[in-house]
């Protein structure tokens, strides 16, 4: 066999072998570890693509090659005709080919404002700072995440009770809800995602996003359940990996205190209550909206931070203007899609 496929092969087990060894550390109860889907990794010396015709050359000993002839589509074309992207790895399933591709990202850009976006269940609600002002409050929704959410997991439920008496189907058939559920969810993450990136763009601003590693459990069962299965990582992950493709900054601050902090006197509330924000030296503003106020000023430069000053009624006339529409869906929910738009 042609020596760079047994280099893989080696990868794979050893990247097996080390997730089954932390589990053991951690104390987690750990199978022998197994490949359970068939497949096979080439790094980009161990095949040849005709970036052209859409084939792909693989060696498998001296003397005999395997041709793949792909489906190219329009969407492949983007990549395959861009000579900047160089060939990554290639991993072979019985029923795909993933074919990844390198860029070295771009210079990040000087940013001349800044967006600001407190990260929440339904929606990312931020602030576009310009100079020493505040020039627009933000908001890129995606309620219809958690409906999808909810709804697939009442699908689930109902399937495991229905078929408890045949656990081999219950599992297929609650695998592919899974499926189905996470395609619908990824398309929206990734709808918000370029929205927030092309508005960031358009006004040459650097994204601030909070840093949600290690969010606690609490008590409350289903709150638990809610904040397990919400899509926040994911969310940051696609802004941030797409961010670097386009050469737009991001940063991540710590939102300790965010919601709870007045952003003019700087008192801390004892605990959330209601919507709105209200502090005893006169500032009221939504609370998710104040959230995003702190976490410029945690993130922005002395420079950007130090001349902030906040009117509480600097947005009481709020004009409208609408990023990304309810049609821009694959398929449209009953209750809207995501969608960014700005407050001037």
């Known amino acids: 066999m042609y020596v760079q496929h047994l280099v893989s092969a080696f990868e794979v087990a050893g990247s097996a072998l080390k997730n089954h060894r932390r589990r053991l550390r951690k104390g987690l109860p750990a199978q022998v570890p197994f490949i359970r889907r068939l497949f096979m990794k080439a790094e980009n010396q161990a095949y040849r693509l005709d970036r052209k015709d859409g084939i792909i050359d693989l060696p498998i000993r001296a003397g005999l090659h395997v041709r793949l002839e792909l489906i190219v589509s329009d969407y492949h074309r983007r990549y395959l005709d861009d000579e900047s992207l160089s060939l990554g790895s290639l991993t072979l399933f019985p029923d ?53 959410q909810s709804a697939h997991h009442d699908r689930r439920r109902k399937l495991q009770k229905k078929k408890s008496h045949d656990r ?18 990824d398309h929206r993450m990734h709808e918000v995602a370029n929205a927030v990136l092309s508005f960031a763009e358009e006004k040459k601003s650097m994204i601030v996003i909070e840093d949600l590693t290690g969010i606690r459990p609490c008590k409350n069962k289903k709150l638990n359940r809610r904040i397990s299965i919400w899509p926040r990582r994911k969310l940051h992950r696609i802004i941030e990996y797409k961010a670097a493709w386009r050469g737009i900054p991001v940063v991540k601050v710590d939102p300790r ?88």
């Open 168 to 185: 081999r189907t219950a599992r297929k058939l609650c695998a592919r809800e899974g499926k189905r559920e996470h395609h619908r969810i």
């Open 96 to 148: 795909k080919v993933i074919v990844t591709f390198r860029k070295h990202p771009p210079e990040l850009y000087a940013y001349e404002s800044i967006v600001s976006l407190d990260t929440n269940e339904r929606s990312l609600d931020g602030v576009l700072a310009n100079e020493d002002k505040i020039a627009a409050i933000v908001r890129a929704e995606f309620p219809d995440v958690s409906v999808i």
């Open 257 to 344: 205190y965010s919601s709870r902090k007045c952003p003019v006197c700087g008192r801390i509330q004892g605990s959330r209550k209601g919507a709105e924000f209200v502090c005893g030296c006169g500032w009221h503003m939504d609370r998710h909206i104040n959230a995003s106020i702190n976490l410029l000023q945690t993130a922005a430069s002395e420079k950007a931070a130090g001349g902030l000053r906040f009117d509480p009624g600097a947005f009481q006339h709020d004009v409208v203007m609408v990023l990304c529409g309810p049609n821009k869906a694959v398929r449209p929910e009953p209750n809207g899609t995501s969608g960014m738009r700005a407050i001037a």
